[in-house]
């Protein structure tokens, strides 16, 4: 069985150093196709796939959104939001949200890398950033952007069997994507498409827990 600090350094060689750059003037396939095209270029946004030590192993944390947000209320998502201008980048951007969304202290996390973009249909244009974080204090949801916070193991979310199917009506038509139940929560959508894309990248072959 491989020891957390072993399993860190695996996973973060399996990253990329640096947000990947995008050629000017890159198409982009979206998650799901929205029935009017954005007239827009993309908003750039960062979530923080944070890996917390914990005394039990490696957890992942997630946040439930709070109801009252326009955007995607109440439903479970990393840490993130978009990335200001008095950003330096991504990173900054993820670890902002992070200690904004649930008190995390940024210099209680170390950076590992960063994943390819993920592109939705309601026209963000996401950099994944994954971080080990040895938290030196409780995280506590901030009321105005979350309502609760939790995490899964990491070993749950390396195992194929944590993913299912979510069925989700839109605009008439039923559309399906990836689920993981954890303990009464579901995660679904592009929070559940980035855990399966983590999971393929920096997971696969971790048989060993």
């Given at each position: 069985?491989?020891?957390?600090?072993?399993?860190?350094?695996?996973?973060?060689q399996?990253?990329?150093?640096?947000?990947?750059?995008?050629?000017?003037g890159?198409?982009?396939?979206?998650d799901?196709?929205?029935?009017?095209?954005?007239?827009?270029?993309?908003?750039?946004?960062?979530?923080?796939?944070?890996?917390?030590h914990?005394?039990?192993?490696?957890?992942?944390?997630?946040?439930?959104?709070?109801?009252?947000?326009?955007?995607?209320?109440?439903?479970?998502?990393?840490?993130?939001?978009?990335i200001?201008?008095?950003?330096?980048?991504?990173?900054?951007?993820?670890?902002?949200?992070?200690?904004?969304?649930?008190?995390?202290?940024?210099?209680?996390?170390?950076?590992?890398?960063?994943?390819?973009?993920?592109?939705?249909?309601?026209?963000?244009?996401?950099?994944?950033?994954?971080?080990?974080?040895?938290?030196?204090?409780l995280?506590?949801?901030?009321?105005?952007?979350?309502?609760?916070?939790?995490?899964?193991?990491?070993?749950?979310?390396?195992?194929?069997?944590?993913?299912?199917?979510?069925?989700?009506?839109?605009?008439?038509?039923?559309?399906?994507?990836?689920?993981?139940?954890?303990?009464?929560?579901?995660?679904?959508?592009?929070?559940?498409?980035?855990?399966r894309?983590?999971?393929?990248?920096?997971?696969?072959?971790?048989?060993?827990?």
């Open positions: 069985m491989l020891a957390d600090d072993q399993r860190i350094a695996r996973i973060g399996r990253l990329l150093d640096e947000p990947e750059v995008l050629e000017e890159a198409a982009f396939l979206p799901w196709r929205p029935d009017v095209p954005p007239d827009r270029p993309p908003v750039a946004a960062a979530v923080l796939i944070s890996l917390i914990r005394p039990e192993g490696l957890t992942v944390l997630y946040t439930e959104r709070s109801a009252d947000l326009r955007s995607h209320s109440g439903q479970v998502a990393f840490p993130g939001g978009k200001d201008p008095t950003d330096t980048g991504p990173a900054a951007a993820a670890l902002r949200e992070a200690f904004e969304e649930v008190g995390m202290l940024a210099s209680d996390a170390r950076i590992l890398g960063f994943m390819p973009h993920y592109y939705t249909g309601s026209n963000y244009l996401i950099t994944p950033v994954v971080a080990e974080v040895h938290p030196s204090g995280f506590v949801p901030n009321p105005s952007e979350v309502d609760s916070l939790f995490e899964v193991p990491l070993a749950k979310l390396a195992s194929e069997v944590a993913y299912g199917t979510f069925r989700v009506r839109r605009n008439g038509q039923e559309h399906s994507t990836l689920q993981i139940e954890h303990e009464g929560h579901r995660i679904w959508g592009i929070t559940a498409n980035l855990t894309r983590f999971r393929d990248l920096a997971l696969t072959g971790e048989t060993q827990w």
